[in-house]
């Protein structure tokens, strides 16, 4: 499909286990990100990427590991899950011109029982 | 760090004008953002100010003042799609963008 896909769309998982969100761009952007955004909250900056093999932390990366082998990759790990990560996360990406604009994937909610 | 300020929720009814203001405080900014988002939807980007003054796409206007760090998003000609959550965001280096709480707007017939 084209433009920026994530899966799994929901997922329930228990606290302590591993679990990986995808994030899929078919538009070769060089800026990839993901957000969290809490119940009634906007959203904070967890990890972001200007290219591939580079990767820096917002403001919430601590739980959390990325990586981005390829330009249109950008996967979220979650190394031991915790209830306080319960939360829809967003990926999104931005591309070589007008990079200001940033593209929302549809979102996972991802529940830590 | 970057802080941003606006309203929680504004109601109007449709037809309406409705102004979501929208305060922050920066250590570093290139821009100032807004975004839309329905519920359960993913946020979608509505517009954006570099420079002061006001800029127009259809109903929706933004303008920014950056020597008052201010800006607002104004929503004419109210319609019931509009009803959503309203972000503004600051763009800062490496095009990371902070968001503000959101403001909801709820649009009564």
């Known amino acids: 499909d084209a433009g920026i896909t994530q899966s799994p769309r929901y997922k329930i998982t228990e606290t302590g286990r591993q679990v990986t969100l995808m994030c899929h761009q078919t538009?070769?952007?060089?800026?990839m990100f993901w957000y969290r955004q809490d119940l009634g909250h906007g959203l904070r900056l967890i990890y972001y990427s200007a290219a591939a093999d580079i990767t820096d932390k917002g403001e919430v990366p601590d739980g959390y590991v990325v990586s981005r082998s390829k330009t249109e990759n950008f996967p979220l790990t979650l190394e031991s899950a915790t209830r306080s990560q319960t939360s829809v996360y967003f990926c999104?990406?931005?591309?070589?011109?007008?990079?200001?604009?940033?593209?929302f994937g549809p979102g996972t909610r991802l529940t830590v029982t | 760090g970057q802080s941003l300020e606006q309203p929680s929720e504004v109601t109007a009814v449709e037809g309406a004008i409705v102004q979501i203001n929208c305060t922050y405080q920066?250590?570093?900014?290139?821009?100032l953002s807004w975004y839309q988002q329905h519920d359960g939807g993913a946020p979608t980007f509505l517009s954006y100010?570099?420079?002061?003054g006001l800029e127009e796409t259809g109903r929706f206007s933004s303008f920014l003042s950056r020597s008052d760090s201010y800006g607002y998003l104004l929503l004419q000609e109210l319609q019931m799609k509009d009803s959503a959550s309203y972000f503004c965001a600051v763009n800062g280096a490496g095009n990371k963008l902070t968001f503000g709480g959101g403001t909801r707007v709820l649009v009564k017939p």
């Open positions: 100010n570099a420079l002061d």
């Open positions: 538009w070769s952007h060089s800026y």
């Open positions: 920066t250590s570093g900014f290139y821009g």
């Open positions: 999104a990406s931005s591309g070589p011109t007008d990079t200001y604009e940033q593209y």
